[in-house]
């Protein structure tokens, strides 16, 4: 595998791939890779001739109060793991290479509306930074298929989106959630987690897999959705939401529609936020 840093050396492998009539499929990430990160790579790999993967942590979708700088920056493991998981080459720019006029003096995309709730509600600017990095890296590496996890469903339809909206030529594929064996989504953050708020964790999904069997059993959205809140701080969490949508568009849904809905639950555990959702009919 190789591992270019520049724009220029991405390009010159791309584009020998391309004139061979090879098809290239992309893995964005923000390093720290694990088996969640390791199966889109895979995926990629079943698919398309070539694999890209991208290691950034990309300023701009932080908050002022987030975690950029302890953002875990793991690149010589993660090098290891990816030429292991099938890529063929590894986008390892600097900020100065995606935003050479600084993160401030930026092009900044907004995608409105999907944006409003949920995920961008909570973290404004957050999907700003999301898209306008995602829509660099897309034209930097120019693929054929990109792979986004499902374990990020708002970021998944923000892209998908901002895709269809500039009709960028790619297309997006969404990718299952892999979890540890309790349950627990696979995440960078999971290792910010006291041994105790580990084992605690794994309640995020509990209540997801809850709140899908109650909409099932045919009780009120609303109701669900604040038992979820109520059960979740009991058990020491500061939940941001616990919310029943439409899988498709992230509206809400009305009361007794039970098709094509996804749980979605932010809750903070100690200085960790942790997100999950989990898709129903
Ligand atoms: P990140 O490095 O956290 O920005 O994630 C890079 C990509 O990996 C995104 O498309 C995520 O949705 C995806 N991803 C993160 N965790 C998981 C997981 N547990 N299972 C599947 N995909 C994941």
Redesign the pocket.
Known sequence: MQTVQDAAGLRATVRGWRSQGHTVGFV????NLHA??H??VKLARARTDRVVASVFVNPTQFGPNEDFERYPRTLAQDQAGLAESGCDLLFAPDVATLYPFGAAGSVSLRVPEITDTLEGAHRPGHFDGVATVVCKLFNLVQPDIAI??Q??FQ?LKVIERMVRDLSLPVKVMG?????ADDGL????RNQYLSPQERAEAVQIYQTLQQMRDLIAKGHARKVVEQAAASKLERAGFLPDYTAIRRADDLSEPAEGETEGLVALIAARLGTTRLIDNLSFD
Do not use: V, Y
């Open positions: 964005p990430t923000m390093g969640g990160h199966s889109l986004f996890g374990k990020d970021q990718a299952p959630t892999q979890r989504a696979l995440s960078s």
